[in-house]
C-alpha cells in the first residue's frame, strides 16, 4: 500500500513538474513586442519611403522585416492614438476629437470604461509594460497611462512641448504635463533633448526587465517631429543648405524614388503642389533660406528619432531580446500644415531657429513634400492626411525584404498584437463590458514569406473616418471623401491613389451607394456634425 501511494505521488509530482514546464515554456516564447509611434511624420519622411532624410535604422527595420504601403491612420494625434491603443475606432474609444469634453460619449475627450488599451490586455498573460513619451489620450485619471495597464511610464499627457523644457507652448492658459510612473515632473534641463529622454526611459525600463521571465510590450511615442521644429545645432547642420532646390524638386525626386522602391504604382499620378506655395524661383535669396532652415530643422527632428530606434535595437540586442521580438513603426498622421506663427494662442518665440528661444512650423509647403505623393495634410482625410508609413520587423517570422499593398489601419495593431501574444479579445475586463473590435490582426499578412506587393490585393476591407467634419470611406479599390462643408468626393484608388481624377460626377451611384454605408457607420459609433459640437 505504501509503494503504491509513493509511486502515485511521484507520478503526480512529475505530470506538476510537466505542467508547470510547458507552461513556462509557453510564457518565455510569447513575443515581446515594441511599437514605434511618430508624431506628424509623412509619408515620404523616411528613407525607404523615398526620403533624403538619413534613417538609417529604420530602413534596416525594413530591409530585413515588411512594408506596409496601404496603411492607414486617424488622421489627427489623439485619434490615431486611442485606434492604436484601444483598437477601436477614435469615437468608440471616446476620442473623436481631441482631450477636450465636446458634450458626448464620442467626443469626451478620454478613454471610455469600454475600451481596454494593449497593455491591460497583455497584463493579463504577465507582460512586463512599459510607456515612453506622448499619450495624450485624455486627462481624467482614469484615462493616464499607469491606470491603463502601464507598469513604467513617462509620459507627455498634451499635444506639443519644448523639446528642451517644460515651459508653455501656448499663452491660453494650457500648461505642459509630464508624468513619472504617474508623478508629474518638471523638465527644465535645457540641456536635455525630449527625443533623447523617450529614448532613455525606454533603453532604461528595458534593462530593468532583461532579467524578468516575462514578456515585454513597449510603446514608444514619440513627438518628434511634431512642431515646435527644434534640435540640437549639429544635428541641423547636417542638413543646412540641403534644400535650397525648394519644395518642386523635394516631391519630384521622392516621388521618383518611391517608385523605384515600388512604394507607389508607376502609373499614379504626382499630385499637384500645394495650392498656397510660392514659386520656389520667385522667391527671395533670405526666403529661400529661411525655407531651406525650417526643413532642415525637421530633418534634423527625424534623424535624431531614428538614432533613438537605434539605441533601442542595440539595448535589445545587448539584453538577449532581440530573437523574439516583434516591432511595429508607423506615423499617428499626415505630415502637418500648421501655420504657427500666424496663431496668436502660440506664445511666438523668434530667437536661433531650432533652438529653445524658437517656435515655428515647417508650414503647408514643406508638409506638402512630407506626404508625397499625397494631397492635404494631417486634420484631412485625403490620403495626405491618413496614410502613414508602416515597418513591422520579426527575425525568424517576418521574411526579409517583403512589402504589401493590404489594407491594414491602426486599429488593427491590438488584434495583432493579442494573436501574437496567444489572447483572445474578451468581452468584459475588470467588470466592464468592452465594445467589440472593428479591426484585424495583420499577424497573416506580415508573416507571409513571399512579396506579395499586389494592387488586386486590397479588394476585401472597408475603413471609415471623421475628423472635425473631414470624414470618408476606403472600400475596396473606392473612396468616397469630403472636407468640411464641401461635397463629396470619389476616387478609384486602385489606379489613382493620389486622388487626381475625381470620379463623383460621373459615377452618381456608387457616391450613394459609399455614402449610405459611411451614414451608416457614422451612426453606430457616435459621429455628431461638426457644426453642432458645443
Not at 535669396?285 to 527625424?302: G, H, P, Q
Not at 516583434?326 to 506615423?331: K, R, T
Request: hydrophobic share 35%; proline share 4%; charged share 25%.
Amino acid at each position: 500500500m505504501m509503494n503504491t501511494l509513493r509511486f502515485r505521488f511521484l507520478q503526480l509530482l512529475l505530470l506538476f513538474l510537466s505542467v508547470t514546464s510547458v507552461r513556462a515554456q509557453d510564457k518565455s516564447q510569447h513575443p515581446n513586442i515594441i511599437i514605434i509611434l511618430a508624431d506628424d511624420l509623412g509619408f515620404s519622411d523616411l528613407g525607404c519611403f523615398g526620403s533624403e532624410i538619413s534613417t538609417p535604422n529604420l530602413d534596416r527595420l525594413a530591409r530585413e522585416g515588411i512594408k506596409l504601403t496601404s496603411f492607414y491612420n486617424s488622421g489627427r494625434c489623439c485619434p490615431s492614438r486611442a485606434a492604436l491603443l484601444t483598437g477601436l475606432y477614435p469615437h468608440q474609444a471616446g476620442i473623436g476629437d481631441m482631450v477636450q469634453d465636446k458634450g458626448s460619449p464620442a467626443y469626451q475627450g478620454y478613454l471610455s470604461e469600454n475600451s481596454a488599451t494593449i497593455a491591460q490586455l497583455l497584463k493579463t498573460k504577465d507582460y512586463n509594460t512599459i510607456i515612453s513619451g506622448k499619450w495624450h489620450v485624455g486627462l481624467v485619471p482614469s484615462a493616464l497611462a499607469h491606470n491603463r495597464g502601464f507598469d513604467k511610464s513617462f509620459t507627455m499627457l498634451n499635444n506639443g512641448s519644448s523639446y528642451f523644457n517644460s515651459e508653455p507652448i501656448y499663452n491660453d492658459g494650457r500648461t505642459v504635463n509630464f508624468l513619472l510612473n504617474g508623478q508629474k515632473i518638471e523638465r527644465q534641463d535645457t540641456s536635455r533633448y525630449l527625443t533623447q529622454a523617450i529614448t532613455d526611459f525606454a533603453v532604461k525600463s528595458l534593462d530593468e526587465v532583461k532579467s524578468s521571465k516575462n514578456p515585454f510590450f513597449l510603446y514608444v511615442a514619440y513627438t518628434a517631429p511634431h512642431w515646435p521644429i527644434q534640435a540640437p545645432p549639429e544635428d541641423i547642420a547636417k542638413y543646412k543648405g540641403k534644400y535650397m532646390e525648394g519644395w518642386d524638386a523635394l516631391r519630384k525626386q521622392r516621388f521618383e524614388r518611391q517608385k523605384q522602391f515600388g512604394i507607389i504604382d508607376k502609373q499614379w499620378l504626382l499630385s499637384s503642389r500645394y495650392q498656397g506655395a510660392s514659386e520656389w524661383e520667385k522667391l527671395t535669396s533670405v526666403e529661400k533660406d529661411l525655407w531651406d532652415t525650417r526643413m532642415a530643422i525637421y530633418a534634423a527632428m527625424i534623424d535624431r528619432m531614428d538614432r533613438g530606434v537605434g539605441e533601442i535595437l542595440t539595448k535589445l540586442k545587448d539584453i538577449q531580446k532581440d530573437k523574439n521580438t516583434l516591432v511595429i513603426f508607423v506615423s499617428d498622421n499626415g505630415g502637418s500644415g500648421d501655420t504657427v506663427k500666424d496663431w496668436n494662442y502660440v506664445t511666438q518665440k523668434n530667437g536661433t531657429p531650432g533652438s529653445v528661444n524658437a517656435i515655428d512650423s515647417y508650414y503647408p509647403e514643406w508638409g506638402n513634400a512630407s506626404n508625397t505623393p499625397f494631397r492635404l495634410f494631417k486634420k484631412n482625410t485625403h490620403e495626405g492626411g491618413i496614410a502613414s508609413p508602416f515597418i513591422a520587423w520579426f527575425p525568424g517570422q517576418i521574411a526579409a525584404g517583403t512589402s504589401s499593398s493590404q489594407i491594414g489601419h491602426l486599429i488593427d495593431l491590438l488584434p495583432t498584437c493579442l494573436e501574437w501574444a496567444g489572447l483572445q479579445y474578451p468581452r468584459k475586463l475588470a467588470g466592464k463590458e468592452l465594445t467589440a473590435l472593428p479591426g484585424n490582426s495583420l499577424k497573416s499578412t506580415l508573416t507571409a514569406h513571399q512579396n506579395i506587393n499586389k494592387r488586386s490585393g486590397t479588394v476585401n476591407r472597408t475603413l471609415f473616418w471623421e475628423h472635425e467634419g473631414s470624414r470618408a470611406i476606403r472600400s475596396g479599390r473606392w473612396k468616397l471623401v469630403a472636407e468640411i462643408h464641401q461635397p463629396w468626393e470619389l476616387y478609384d484608388l486602385q489606379v489613382d491613389r493620389t486622388e487626381t481624377n475625381d470620379l463623383a460626377g460621373k459615377l452618381p451611384a456608387k457616391v450613394k451607394e459609399l455614402e449610405k454605408q459611411y451614414l451608416e457607420w457614422a451612426k453606430r459609433v457616435g459621429v455628431v456634425d461638426w457644426d453642432l459640437i458645443k
